[in-house]
């Protein structure tokens, strides 16, 4: 991914390799990593919205080091082959728990699902009926929202943020509920938290993703308050996430900008401190001198910081291309 | 998807053109005409290639029409708008000629031009650039910042080629599989095919006035230019030996943290009734080695981190036989 122009390895769609797709096979993918609601009830109503529809499924739920599967669910699982069971040995997050999901999984459409009621379980099939042969990634949007104003208020906040920094507008960017193509989900770069800029990423990376209203399940209305931590935490998500898609291929434009701002902060000061040392002042006694020398010592090496990006950038440009072809004639 | 790559029939043509198009919708079909009619003469198989940079108009639906009504016209449909240089590297990519012709989709350079500059090619070329004739385009806000921009790459990368931004290019297939533009680098392409060893040449091609669209570009992008001039100067340069290069940048702090040493040996010897300058100009000595230290660590780092990159086979400059 990787700034303007998203980066990634030559395309290869499974259809390249000479599977045949079957678009009504879905692999639901449950990440259990903070919120739990009873995941045998998760299981039957989601099976049940997608045998109605007539959709083949199976669950994978990834457990994340502090949680296991109820007894209850692990003697369903026993009993029932298209429900998998996995646990990480500690706690590695949801995104590392979604691509786990994704590599043990079989189908080549992806159903993605919080492990608490987010929506309806009706609502799956206009996801599923949205991703036509013109779509990667169709994402839900929690529509209409039933919940209190402050967590509307929370997510349009972070949505506005996030939307600042790509092409289009979301409006539920956070929702756990997706709906993607193996082919796309083996090509984001997914790492470290990245897995709430999934829509985003997939634009940045010349997917077509759509946005489909789906109602919100009146379980998720709880008003949601967090410790001043995870906001903190959600900044510098936002923040990495859009130093990424910005700077990645000219990674000097940012470290030079800043670089050159102290660079020229230390330059002008010290021009000061010249003239008043040719004035006569004594300067040897002021420690404004010392601020100019740190500023300029600081804006070299920010400038050199990126520099050294750039030269990485530069020798690794043969390995990446910028660019997703979407369709050939 | 719907994205299958059937088996290729046809063999390999001798010549691709590879043309980007963003919002065009009503220059295709001229285009295309257009180079059919100038290169029906030509000995040999070509082919075209034309890339839809994400347009938000039925660029593409007119793409389809084209490859529909001759073979030899191919499509390339990218999933957004990608920009000039990405775009023409999916072209690229995907040309399978031996010698490969970029143009712009705007129908601003003439297709006419195609066959000499493949014949210059093959007088012992790598590269052949276009170099606009009295050009069509706005004084002030195109040819004046171009004007400038030009000369700047010339001083700075020494390559002497005068018209940078000519899309009108002819490339042997060897030189693209040496370089690889990223970013807004298309308007470096002589100069990064320089160092990638080519042998470069320019000669006179055809301009026109735009006919249909709007051009794409605005004066903000000379200043664009001149820093990514700057920038491309500087990997040149430090990318084959890094530790050199940020060692020679360290070099001035160097010089400046000897200066203030020296200032605070006289000032603790000669003045020692102000106290202050006793922590002043060493610690100003001090940060300016620091800095110093620093450059060189970082390209020690580079040195190390670059080391796979190096290595790799696009590396190797180009050459030719000399028989």
């Known amino acids: 991914m990787v700034a303007q122009g998203a980066v990634m390895e030559p395309t290869t769609d499974s259809a390249a ?3 045949t797709i079957d678009e009504r096979f879905v692999s639901v ?10 995941l045998v009830t998760l299981y039957h109503s989601f099976g049940a919205a ?3 529809r007539g959709n083949e499924h199976e669950f994978v739920f990834v457990f994340d080091g502090a949680y296991a599967p109820s007894a209850e669910l692990a003697a369903l699982s026993q009993e029932r082959p298209n429900l998998r069971l996995l646990r990480f040995a500690r706690t590695f997050g949801e995104t590392a728990a979604l691509r786990l999901g994704i590599e043990r999984s079989r189908g080549d459409v992806l159903l993605t699902l919080p492990a608490y009621f987010q929506v309806r379980p009706e609502g799956v099939g206009a996801l599923l009926d949205a991703l036509d042969e013109q779509t990667d990634v169709v994402v839900a949007s929690r529509s209409p929202r039933i919940d209190s104003w402050l967590n509307r208020l929370q997510s349009a906040a972070f949505n506005r943020m996030i939307s600042g920094v790509t092409e289009r507008r979301f409006h539920d960017i956070a929702c756990g509920v997706r709906v993607l193509r193996r082919s796309a989900a083996e090509q984001l770069p997914l790492y470290g938290d990245l897995h709430r800029f999934i829509p985003a990423m997939a634009l940045r990376e010349g997917f077509q993703v759509v946005e489909v209203a789906v109602p919100q399940h009146p379980g998720n209305a709880r008003t949601r308050l967090y410790g001043p931590g995870i906001y903190a935490r959600r900044l510098l998500d936002l923040a990495a996430f859009f130093f990424l898609a910005k700077f990645t291929e000219k990674p000097l434009r940012f470290f030079g900008l800043v ?20 004035e006569g002042q004594a300067i040897a006694n002021r420690p404004l001198l010392l601020l100019a020398v740190l500023c300029l010592a600081l804006g070299v090496q920010l400038m050199g910081l990126g520099l050294v990006g750039e030269i990485i950038v530069h020798l690794r440009a043969p390995h990446r291309r910028a660019y997703r072809v979407r369709e050939r004639v | 998807m719907p994205l299958t790559h059937a088996p290729e029939p046809d063999p390999a043509p001798d010549l691709s053109v590879v043309a980007p198009l963003y919002n065009e919708s009503q220059n295709v079909a001229p285009l295309v005409e257009w180079i059919l009619e100038a290169l029906s003469g030509c000995a040999g198989r070509f082919e075209v290639i034309l890339v839809d940079d994400g347009s938000r108009d039925d660029t593409w639906s007119k793409v389809v029409a084209a490859s529909v009504l001759d073979p030899r016209v191919h499509g390339l449909r990218l999933g957004r708008n990608v920009g000039q240089t990405a775009a023409m590297m999916a072209g690229f990519d995907h040309a399978r000629g031996r010698v490969v012709v970029s143009l712009d989709g705007d129908l601003q350079n003439d297709p006419r031009d195609i066959p000499a500059l493949v014949a210059k090619l093959d007088e012992g070329y790598d590269l052949v650039c276009g170099w606009r004739q009295q050009r069509q385009d706005k004084f002030l806000l195109r040819k004046v910042p171009s004007w400038v921009a030009n000369r700047m790459i010339r001083r700075l990368t020494g390559v002497p080629i005068t018209d940078n931004g000519c899309s009108l290019k002819a490339y042997r297939r060897e030189l693209l599989d040496r370089i690889s533009l990223y970013a807004e680098q298309h308007r470096f392409i002589p100069a990064l095919s320089a160092s990638a060893g080519a042998r470069i040449t320019e000669m006179p091609v055809r301009h026109h006035a735009r006919r249909y669209g709007e051009s794409k570009y605005g004066i903000s992008r000379t200043v664009k230019v001149l820093v990514d001039l700057f920038t491309l100067k500087m990997i040149t340069t430090f990318r084959s030996r890094p530790l050199l290069g940020f060692g020679t940048a360290a070099l001035p702090l160097l010089v400046a943290a000897g200066l203030f040493a020296g200032a605070a040996v006289i000032a603790a010897t000669q003045f020692r009734e102000i106290k202050a300058t006793a922590v002043v100009f060493p610690g100003a000595a001090l940060l300016f080695g620091a800095a110093a230290f620093y450059l060189v660590m970082l390209g020690l780092v580079s040195e190390v981190a670059l080391r796979n990159e190096r290595e790799s086979a696009s590396e190797i400059p180009t050459a030719w036989e000399i028989r």
């Open chain 1, 17 to 19: 390799r000479g599977r």
């Open chain 1, 29 to 38: 993918i449950v990440p259990v990593v903070e919120r739990v609601d009873d």
């Open chain 1, 50 to 52: 997608l045998a109605e």
């Open chain 1, 259 to 278: 670089g050159s701002v102290f660079f020229a902060g230390g330059a002008i000061t010290s021009l000061v401190l010249l003239v008043n040392r040719i």
